[in-house]
């Protein structure tokens, strides 16, 4: 472990020289199955052949000119995400906090061409939108934001997933502009709304003249079985932004903006040096590309439905623990108890899980997993689980 670096991760004990499909082998040679995909980022997994070969041949090709010149890359994968998230134009960035960051300045520069001179976004409690100062004051985590105090202001705290709330703020504040809500709260402990609850937000969104702005930056890229999760209900947002899987590991985030919100940036508004360059975008529209070919969405669905049923079979009789839940292969299982060791005796037997919020064992797993796959993951974590409950 190097002195070198700062002190701003707690890294497991392990370090992976190569990846292929949804296994990582580490530097002794170890075999572990992903099932983590680096945090919803490699939903391909790894190694898939389509983009290391348009990688590849990117590198070889063009890296980097800037946005000072059209970009071709750029301009074909703004054209297929649009037409696949039925948006209007995107803006892009190069990380997920980059993307809310575009979403945060549109909404403010939205407001302020209606005349609000205070715009206030809408953000719900446990929210995760990012760690620089405007996206960690968006979220609702007092772990992220302590010490880093004075936060940006003008957003405006709800509970998730209850509409009365939304309703109240809607009758008693003049000042808002937009709400920013993730589809289903990842770093929460994957909570998934009720259903109507994206579509009752889109109604009030239209009432009052907000943007409906989604952060679907871990729920989208087909990971909830749709390509986008807010698909499920058939909306359509004002704003949508996206990173992790977008690029499969090459860095890329994207805001995307539809109707009078892909109006509001006019040049000088907003940039990025790296942003929109022709290697992350020609990576992203591979991404998309086989996603949508390979019917990716389809396969997280049922693979999706196959963890989520062997779990909560193998778990019925365990008492500790709380619920198993799932929005395709965004999956968890929640426990009574905090269960942070989990990960380490998972890491043991060759499996990779994450845990977040204390005690919701949270699984991400590539979308190209195969059937046999899934039911390895879940007799691993079933050993793991009822032998840490014993
Ligand atoms: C919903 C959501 N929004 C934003 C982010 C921040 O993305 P990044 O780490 O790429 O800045 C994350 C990362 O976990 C996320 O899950």
């Not at 705290?157 to 000042?175: F, L, Q």
């Not at 062997?310 to 929640?334: D, I, S, T, W």
């Not at 590539?366 to 014993?390: D, R, V, W």
Request: glycine share 8%; hydrophobic share 45%; aromatic share 6%.
């Amino acid at each position: 472990m190097s002195d070198h670096l700062v002190n701003a991760y707690q890294s497991l004990p392990v370090s992976f020289t190569h990846g292929d499909g949804c296994y990582l082998w580490d530097s002794e040679g170890k075999q572990y199955l992903d099932a983590l995909s680096g945090i919803s980022v490699t939903s391909l997994g790894h190694n898939y052949p389509a983009l290391t070969s348009a990688i590849q041949e990117q590198a070889a090709t063009l890296l980097h000119t800037s946005n000072l010149y059209s970009i071709t890359w750029q301009q074909k994968l703004a054209d297929l995400l649009c037409a696949s998230a039925d948006m209007d134009r995107v803006f892009f960035a190069n990380s997920g906090a980059e993307a809310n960051e575009a979403a945060i300045k549109l909404a403010r520069l939205y407001g302020h061409q209606k005349n609000i001179d205070n715009p206030q976004i809408v953000v719900m409690q446990h929210a995760f939108h990012g760690r620089t100062m405007a996206t960690l004051s968006a979220t609702g985590s007092r772990k992220v934001q302590a010490g880093f105090e004075p936060l940006v202001s003008g957003f405006v705290r709800a509970p998730y997933n209850d509409i009365p709330s939304i309703e109240a703020i809607a009758e008693n504040s003049r000042n808002v502009v937009a709400i920013l809500v993730e589809p289903v709260q990842g770093e929460a402990g994957i909570v998934i709304p009720d259903p109507g609850y994206l579509s009752a937000l889109r109604g009030i969104c239209d009432s009052n003249n907000w943007l409906l702005m989604l952060d679907e930056i871990q729920s989208g890229m087909a990971r909830s079985g749709k390509m986008f999760a807010c698909q499920h209900e058939a909306v359509v947002p004002d704003v949508m932004t996206l990173a992790k899987a977008l690029g499969n590991g090459v860095p890329i985030g994207a805001c995307m903006t539809r109707g009078s919100a892909a109006e509001v940036f006019k040049p000088g508004n907003h940039g990025s040096t790296f942003g929109g360059n022709p290697f992350a975008c020609r990576a992203a529209f591979t991404v998309l590309e086989s996603m949508l070919e390979n019917k990716i969405a389809e396969n997280a669905e049922q693979r999706g439905q196959q963890l989520f049923c062997a779990l909560q079979q193998g778990l019925a009789n365990n008492q500790q623990v709380a619920e198993v839940r799932h929005l395709g292969l965004l999956v968890a299982v929640e426990m009574k108890i905090p269960c942070q060791e989990l990960v380490m005796q998972a890491l043991q037997q060759g499996l990779l899980i994450n845990v977040t919020a204390e005690s919701v064992i949270r699984l991400l797993p590539p979308l190209i997993l195969s059937e046999a796959q899934g039911a390895e993951i879940a007799s691993k974590l079933l050993a793991c689980i009822n032998q840490f409950t014993e």
